[in-house]
């Protein structure tokens, strides 16, 4: 099914307020529900109170919110306003998320009363902002309006014109400060486009009334664009507030949850529950789940497989919405460590120079062949060019090839491929071996200077709850790699660290922890 086939009018949220209005669209891991009717309600008062304040078409929103019972409804509030919106990661620091917020030329700020000491050092950060409004809090922090006084006086109907609008989220910045992605409005009426839908519905099997479990926060791309998907379809998004690995697994068999979008730290650390927690839970409502974000290590893959059974996909695209694969969980197991074939636009693997390379070889991975994948980086031209070859192609910047059959493997980013003595290695291949030993919790393979070979491989090891660090373990890490891989891919030495910096998107930001271990080299040498 064409992802660009458009949706009718009945999947908008409105139409399932008339028909079910008491069946849940939100329930919260805590407990907290929010029926079709309230999300309709409440999005609309938003929709109406932004336009009374002046807001129109293509006007900006930045979000700072919390995974709560409240964050779809202002998601699908600024949606059906023809807003672009930009969620925050609430983790950043102030000085961080501040530049989020002037950078996407927001003149309008929505923050969880839950997050009132950042609000309030972003009201100095941020002097673009001429509207400031607190969630989910009886009295807002200095600098803020109460969201609630805010919509309470607008009626809960649609606008007379409904328009979409386009959620600019912000890369990861693991090679550098984030770049707003942002694309042109599609101009249709609210309710007629629904991107994910050929995906959720077509592929994965959705339908209305099914329960899709949401683990992630929705300041990430999947998490938001996949949860609303569901619930545009009729279905109910269970949303966690934290990932925890037995209360997902006991939000499925509560919820009879039938499809799930997970990142491969999830299926790590639900792998390592004990046998008897893994075994207490039904998961039999499970239909289809879907994991991407983040390399998978083949050996975890197979092993979720052999619990779940076959119902797991993956996919590889990003934000930009250049392209994407995917692979069933019957692909998988024949063509271990692939993400896929292409579904949309075409996959391919190229040189230096923008050529493309024989089968097998790597190179980086490009998308072309989609008339609609059309985006640039907010105020960064030399970044959206730089992501563009002579061809139209466009490339995220990572390193993989293709089979014969069109299978797309991933090797790494190109940004962290160490070269040792003239051979190229790719972190990526040693993690997946790492990750497996049952000391490891998550662990970060980069080079290092070395002044004979240029780079030598060093891992950073966070490790398991209990399991003591050292030296010894560092020897016991080593040898295992040895015994899946050859000697010159594994590290010469391990470091231990408490906790790695990786996001709860499942993407490890490698680039600070490399850094500091180049910068500390050149000290030496100087």
Known sequence: ?????????????????????????????????????????????????????????????????????????????????????????????????????????????????????????LVGLTPSVDLRLMIGVGTPAEGYTSYDEFVSASPAEPLEHEEEGFGMLYSSGTTGRP??????????????????????????????????????????????????????????????????????????????????????????????????????????????????????????????????????????????GMGMTWITADEALTHPGSVGRAVWGEAHVCDDDGEEVPVGEDGVVYFGGRTDATFEYNHDPEKTRQSFNAKGWATLWDVGHLDSDGYLYLTDRKTFMIVSGGVNIYPQEIEDVLVLHPAVADVAVFGIPEPEMGEEVKAVVQPAPGVTAGPELAQEIIAFCRDHLSHYKCPKTVDFIDELPRGENGKLYKKPLRDAYWASSAAKGS
């Open 179 to 320: 770049k707003g992605v942002r694309r042109p409005l599609s101009g249709l009426p609210f309710g007629t486009y629904n991107t994910l839908g050929p995906m959720l519905g077509g592929i994965m099997g959705f339908t209305e009334g099914d329960v899709y479990l949401s683990p992630a926060p929705m300041y990430h791309s999947a998490p938001l664009v996949w949860s609303t998907t569901a619930i545009r379809m009729g279905g109910t998004a269970v949303v966690m507030e934290h990932f925890d690995a037995e209360q997902c697994l006991q939000l499925i068999q509560e919820h009879r949850v039938t499809h799930a979008q997970f990142v491969p730290t999830m299926f790590v650390r639900m792998l390592k529950l004990p046998d008897a927690v893994r075994a207490k839970y039904d998961l039999s409502s499970l239909r289809s789940v879907v994991h991407a974000a983040a390399p998978c290590a083949p050996e975890v893959k197979r092993r979720m497989i052999e619990w779940w059974g076959p119902i797991i996909h993956e996919y590889y695209s990003g934000t930009e």
């Open 1 to 121: 099914m064409s992802p660009d086939k458009k949706i009718d009018t009945t999947h908008r949220p409105g139409n399932y307020a008339l028909t079910s209005p008491e069946r849940p669209a939100v329930i919260t891991s805590s407990g907290a529900v929010v029926t079709f009717a309230e999300l309709e309600a409440r999005s609309c008062r938003l929709a109406q109170a932004l336009f009374a304040h002046g807001l129109r078409v293509g006007d900006h929103v930045a979000v700072v919110m919390v995974n709560d019972d409240r964050t779809h409804e202002v998601t699908f509030g600024l949606q059906r306003s023809g807003l672009y919106y930009t969620l925050v990661n609430t983790h950043l620091a102030a000085e961080e998320a501040a530049y989020i917020v002037e950078d996407c030329d927001a003149h309008t700020l929505i923050v969880s009363g839950a997050l009132a000491p950042l609000a309030e050092e």
